[in-house]
């Protein structure tokens, strides 16, 4: 079972295979991770459900002294960073200050990194909060979970601990008008028995129609790469990705996959 969680506010910069140099934000709590989802697939293993109010957030002024730290010292040392990406121990945007976060990231990146992009990996479930669509929607990168093409497929992968309802992420979605990257892992397998592929019908063709009515101006399609905490889960290959791929190309979206 795969339990990795970053150990700093701030790290790397790590090779990302979608982002390049990639700097690291992590702005949950270094020693258990704290998400709305309990993904399959998630690296940083299973989320436990008092996760989300047994533990404190670090302040504003914290996170930003670590990042710009961080900063200085990959820029003094010439080491090249092409995006600042926030991801961590979880789901970054359930930080209750985000959106106070990213405004005081931006002359950061600014000063020390003028031609990085700020990314953002989420789950998009607190899209219903404002103040937090409003911060997504200022930074280059808004990359956003859309693993299911209905609630069925959404309960089995990404086992929300909290309400989760697609329509109510697919709106929030929406609300971007398209300046907006889509992320979906693909995979299949089993979960209490019952086995599932999230590239089989019905799923794929709802999934498309969603995509569809978001029209981002990506979509970024990938299976595994690293230890799961859930069993019996299966890989799709690049063919099998590129396939799906074809599909939402077919749509006019520039899609990659990896």
């Known amino acids: ?134 911060a997504l929607q200022r930074i280059e990168n808004p990359i956003l979970k859309l693993d299911a093409g209905n609630q069925e497929m959404l309960d089995i ?15 929030g979605l929406k609300s971007f008008n398209g300046n907006l990257i889509i992320q979906t892992m693909f995979l299949s397998g089993e979960k209490e028995g019952k086995p599932f592929d999230n590239s089989q019908e019905p799923n794929i063709s709802q999934w498309l129609q969603l995509v569809a009515s978001i029209r981002p101006r990506k979509v970024m399609i990938y299976s595994l790469d690293r230890e799961t905490p859930a069993m019996q889960l299966h890989k799709f290959d690049k063919a099998q990705l590129e396939a799906i791929a074809d599909k939402v190309r077919a749509l006019g979206i520039p899609t990659e996959t990896y």
Request: aromatic letters at 8%; one cysteine or more; charged letters at 15%.
């Open 157 to 171: 992968i990404n086992g929300p601990i909290v309400p989760v309802n697609l329509d109510e992420v697919v709106a």
């Open 1 to 134: 079972m795969s339990t990795f969680l970053w150990e700093s506010i701030a790290f790397g910069p790590i090779h990302s295979r979608r982002l390049g140099h990639s700097l690291g934000i992590n702005l949950l709590p270094l020693d258990v991770k704290v998400c709305s989802f309990n993904c399959l697939y998630c690296e940083c293993g299973w989320t436990l459900e008092k996760s989300l109010t047994a533990h404190e957030f670090y302040p504003v002024e914290t996170v930003l002294q670590a990042i710009e730290h961080k900063l200085k010292s990959c820029h003094d040392s010439q080491t090249p960073v092409d995006s600042i990406t926030f991801s961590g121990n979880g789901e970054p945007t359930l930080h209750p200050h985000f959106d106070q976060i990213i405004d005081g990231l931006i002359p950061l990146r600014d000063r020390y990194y003028p031609n990085a992009v700020i990314s953002c990996l989420s789950n998009a479930t607190q899209l219903t909060r404002p103040e937090v669509c409003t």
